[in-house]
């Protein structure tokens, strides 16, 4: 099945653009002749995902931002007023901080997905650190919209992240004092971090650009990971990936609304319906989930300074993974033992995130301990000697054999190499 | 060649310095942080008080007798950030313990008169702090740090 290769605008319209702007092109060779191996499979609708919900969380921001006031006095206030005055405001603001759980959740699938299928190997490294800049920038920015509720959560949060940067030595308490604006956070550090998580979002896009460019110049992986050779081994985008892609944003869509509309605080933390007090400091500081693993790296280590350089170093080492993984095959699929300690590598970062959320006392402390060892020994030590060491089965000469030669053996007649095929 | 670049190099700092600097505290956040003047006569002995200065939270603590002699009952070479008693408090003004309500952890304010020294005990990361402030035991790694105060006189203090 193949869709014509180059756009051929039918309308006049069209025409008229196109020679001036040749935008229907872009759009038709990008998203719908653009080739794609037909071997992938639902993990591959991931990203997507995440385009849609940086949309969702771009439009429920941007309506939120008509009716929130970003002033100590007032910003609490202001949020209960889009909850009870503001029309569907609680739908807006339940949506925008549900969104932001779910993508996260779309994010770690579609990292882990990397992960298991070798998506950061020769030639897609810089497709993948474009990956980790996105998922920093979403890191930055969850943490500055959840401070602009002003609620005890959002400013100790405020205030223990700040602090964070006080362990760099000479220079980090007077940088804390620039990024607070004051001596404390305060109305400065709020007003700030309002303007910024404005922005970053659209430094997102372009990044999120960036990064489907990079992936049209080398095409998908696919989970076998041995690159389509033949045109036969690929499909249009549209309608196949498509509608793949549609069906599952449909479901996660149904995913996120059961959280909006049945349990929409459940995400969240009670605490944070108290009004900041700079007085008192609550009983359990936690961040949100999807920052708990990254928070009981943080506490596991006794050193503040090692400890902040330990977070750091958890973001930062996903960077170097093409270089870590020294093996010559991409899938897991043809890895059974990488398999094993990748299936693992996820069960710690799920454990981590469940200690994270834990007082950092007895044995909370213990297994935090051996999950952060893990969690660093699986990408300093683990990627870099399995690859030479491990015996991998041996990898298919084509995709068209990875996919038809398994149905020989199960005994069927391989089906037509594609299913309608026009002239 | 050189003197192009330099000059461009001087005039591309010259036009970022206001865009870094503006960050920086405002002169009403500087002024709001003035020096406060706080009456210690209310405060009763064993009784600790919180009063805000630049924003933070300050301890006052108004410690009994068996508190400061605990405090200077210490191998001070064994402490994690070694600091004898009589350098955190004011000659003559032992009794009066004046701290800045901060875990020098992770930044939250520690509870007053609680952990097994009777000191102070931050609940976030379990952080333990002795009658005079100091790090015992936990993440901790600096003792409570002193804001900047003088006696104005024997019963009022300022701070700033």
Redesign the interface.
Known sequence: MSAPATYKPTSAFMRWIERRLPIGGLVYSSFVAYPTPRNLNYWWTFGGILTFMLAVQLLTGIVLAMHYTAQVDLAFDSVEHIMRDVNYGWLLRYLHANGASMFFLAAYIHMFRGMYYGSYKEPREVLWILGVILLLLMIMTGFLGYVLPWGQMSF?AA??I???FSAIPLVGEGIV????????V?N?TLN?FYALHYLLPFVIAGVVVLHVWALHVTGQNNPDGIEPQTENETVAFTPYATIKDSFLMVVFSILLAWFVFYIPSFLGHPDNYIPAN????P???VPEWYYLPFYAIL?AI???LI?VIALAASIAVLAFIPWLDTSKVRSARYRPLYRQFFWVFVIVCIGLGWLGSKP??GNYVVFARIFTAYYFIFFLVILPVLGKVERTKPVPASISQAVLGKRALIGAPAPPPSGTQSA | MIATGVVAGVGAVAALWPL?EQ????AS?IAA?APIEVDLTPIAEGQAI?V?W????IFINHRTKKQIEDARNVDVAKLPDPQPDSARVKQGHEQWQVLIAICT?????PLADQGPFDGYFC????SVYDTSGRIRQG???LNLALPPYEFISDTKIRIG
């Open positions: 100790w205030t223990v700040t602090n964070l004092t620039w990024l607070w604006g004051g001596y404390a305060g400065p700030r700079p007085s008192v400091t009983t359990h500081i506490r006794p050193n503040k400890g950092p006392e | 870094v960050m920086n505290p405002d956040t942080g919180k805000f630049r924003s933070k939270p952890h992770l930044g939250c304010i609940p976030c990361h379990g993440p901790a790694p």
